[in-house]
């Protein structure tokens, strides 16, 4: 393309010096004084000629940048590629030079684009995510939607194939990226896609994307596919959310359920040992109390035995006379007596306070 | 003087015939030498330095290289009635350069028929198969057991391995449409279908499902932690139960057995002089006499005749 307008240039240049003497070539043949006409062109051409050597000698040189190599072609014909660094070619646009960044690794985005502007004003990167629906929304292997982003990072392996095998590389790429993820999503159901299948899912996506490359034979080497945001639908989002709440919510139902199980066993089997240990108490108490209930008993016995007879009074009279002062009132009673006797006590406060005592009782 | 100007006059001239009849073809182009109209000789295929006849003849260009072909975003209902868009793209390249000339002229010429050709064999493949066919592949595989417990209710006939599979279909597209390709001078490389999307009143629709599906799997999970409290709640309860019954029977055996054992002491001791026992326990059972008993004695009691006695002394 460019060669072809480098010829057209040249071409004017010269049909241009051409013109220009045309005329006054004519005025020379018929003008009375010979040789000034080609004296006053003298310039023209001087400068021409001058003009020739000066583009002769500014297209005759080149530099490629470090992370570059450049195409060389002669006639349109390729015959090389060069290193970075000052290189020297045909001049005239014999030689036409292309440079490709062979070095430097390449990026195209999908579902977003990087916003330079911005990241120019305050050094973070930005993205916007919208106005690019149609690149990310695909089908899953269930027919559900899905908003997948992804980047594929690629570099130009071989410029020769890269410039001359396909029109236009990049746009195939693009396309191909596209068209190779949507069919590897689609061939995965969508809660594999959200979840466990990422990693899977960008190495299928290169293996398939580079090897349509190779098959294109365009020079291109995809280096990564790396998925970026991949999420369901902004309007289905909040669903899946509430399925993530109500998957917490279980968790923290179950573990309350088990702490108020953890709280409550512990304690009911400290409380069962508590009353089995009070039971053995007070077995043990009462046994301890037969015992000693009994050996006194047994005691009393034995000496009840060497005499029974004043024992027994003794001990129903010392009973007595210990219980009866602290007994509230006492009274006699007679066989044929319809009313009980009460048996006066001779210390008055004694009987006053008895006849207090047994108003209040009843 | 006039001698050097024809000169250069005769040289400009030849400058400008030579260059009219130099051709150069780039790497990426081959070219066709007409004249008149008509093509003369073999297509230029080989980049470089060529030559033709200056002014009567003119070369035709056209791109060696392989092509990008981007079709419009079309609207096809498939097998089962979804309404979907397809985009679709394909790689191309003018294998028969007199052949492409002659068919259709240049690359915008191509394009049309391009677009036609490709559409109507998109929209036929597609409109005869199942959106699931178009979608999956054929080396679909879900492995059931592997999924996430969300999706353990889905249905397994819903997921199905493909007949074709999307590969497949592509390839029968590719087929379909290089029948066409010969009489164009045009070889397809490859078809694909680069988007495929519900419209969109149909994608509202499938995400109100999605939606209604991603609730009811919510409320399962609700549900189930629920059910699992409750089972839990229940566990404990008959633990609890077992627990406190347990430790129960074991407080009213030690108690009834220290209670047994009591009484034998007490039978064994007591045993040997129930008469006496009698009397002992009476005269103990008087010591818990307080201010608030009322006792009555029996005039014949001996405690009372006592009295008497004594007062009748």
């Given amino acids: ?362 | 003087m006039n001698k050097l100007l024809i000169a250069a006059v005769a040289l400009l001239v030849i400058v400008f015939v030579g260059i009219n009849a130099a051709t150069v073809i780039d790497q990426s182009e081959q070219g066709i030498v007409v004249q008149f109209g008509e093509p003369v000789g073999e297509v230029i295929t080989e980049p470089g330095l060529h030559w033709k006849t200056p002014f009567i003849q003119e070369v035709r260009r056209f791109d060696k290289r392989l092509l990008a072909w981007d079709g419009d975003v079309s609207q096809i209902p498939t097998l089962g009635r979804e309404f979907v868009v397809v985009d679709t793209t394909a790689r191309w390249r003018i294998t028969d350069a007199l052949q492409f000339l002659r068919s259709v002229r240049d690359e915008t010429g191509a394009r049309t028929r391009l677009d036609d050709i490709i559409d109507s064999v998109v929209r036929d493949i597609v409109s005869g198969t199942d959106l699931e066919e178009i979608v999956r592949s054929a080396d679909w595989q879900v492995d059931i057991d592997a999924l996430p417990e969300e999706e353990v209710s889905i249905d397994q006939a819903d997921l199905k391995k493909p007949k074709k599979g999307r590969a497949k279909l592509e390839a029968e597209m590719l087929a379909a449409a290089s029948q066409q390709m010969p009489d164009l001078g045009i070889e397809l490389v490859d078809v694909r279908i680069k988007r495929i999307n519900y419209i969109d009143s149909v994608r509202t629709q499938v995400e109100n499902r999605m939606i209604a599906e991603r609730q009811s799997i919510a409320e399962r999970f609700r549900s189930e932690g629920q059910g699992r409290s409750q089972e839990i709640l229940g566990e404990m309860d008959r633990k609890l139960r077992r627990i406190r019954s347990e430790a129960d029977r074991k407080a009213q055996e030690i108690i009834g057995k220290a209670d047994a054992e009591a009484t034998r002491i007490y039978g064994e001791s007591y045993g040997k002089d129930p008469e006496f026992y009698a009397f002992f326990e009476t005269l103990a059972s008087y010591k818990a006499i307080d201010e608030n008993t009322t006792l009555l004695l029996d005039a014949d009691s001996d405690f009372y005749r006592y009295l008497q006695s004594t007062r009748g002394r």
Avoid: C
């Fill in chain 1, 1 to 362: 393309m460019a060669g072809r307008r480098k010829n057209w240039l040249e071409s004017v240049l010269t049909g241009k010096g051409w013109q220009e003497q045309g005329p006054s070539g004519g005025n020379s043949a018929g003008g009375p004084d010979g040789g000034s006409p080609f004296e006053m062109m003298k310039p023209a051409v001087l400068g021409f000629i001058l003009l020739i050597i000066a583009w002769g000698g500014f297209s005759s040189f080149y530099t490629v940048q470090p992370e570059e190599r450049a195409v060389v072609k002669r006639f349109g014909q390729v015959i090389g590629i060069t290193d970075p660094g000052l290189n020297f070619k045909i001049p005239f646009g014999i030689d036409q030079v292309q440079r490709v960044a062979t070095e430097r690794v390449l990026k195209q985005e999908f579902g977003f684009r990087t916003d330079q502007r911005q990241r120019a004003s305050d050094g973070r990167t930005r993205y916007t995510g919208q106005g690019q629906p149609d690149e990310s929304l695909m089908l899953t292997g269930d027919l559900n939607v899905i908003d997948v982003e992804w980047v594929v990072q690629y570099r130009i392996a071989d410029p020769i194939k890269y410039l001359y095998a396909m029109r236009e590389p990049e746009r195939t790429l693009h396309d191909i990226s596209e068209s190779v993820m949507r069919r590897v999503v689609g061939n995965r159901i969508g809660s594999d896609v959200l979840t466990v299948g990422r990693v899977e899912i960008s190495a299928a996506a290169r293996e398939e994307i580079q090897s349509a490359m190779v098959r294109y034979d365009n020079g291109i080497h995809v280096i990564t596919v790396e998925l970026q945001d991949v999420v369901p639908p902004q309007r289905v989002q909040p669903a899946f959310n509430e399925v993530n709440e109500a998957r917490q919510e279980r968790e923290r139902t179950i573990n309350e359920a088990t702490k108020r199980q953890n709280q409550s066993i512990p304690r009911a089997e400290g409380e069962a040992l508590r009353i089995v240990s009070q039971a053995e108490g007070y077995a043990s108490e009462r046994v301890n109390r037969a015992l000693g209930e009994t050996s006194r008993f047994d005691a009393v016995l034995t000496e009840y035995r060497r005499a029974p007879e004043v024992t027994r009074s003794r001990l129903y009279l010392e009973t007595l006379k210990d219980a009866l002062p602290r007994a509230g009132a006492v009274y006699v009673m007679r066989d044929g007596q319809t009313a009980p006797l009460p048996l006066l006590n001779l210390g008055n406060q004694n009987a006053q306070k008895a006849a207090d005592k047994k108003e209040k009782g009843q």
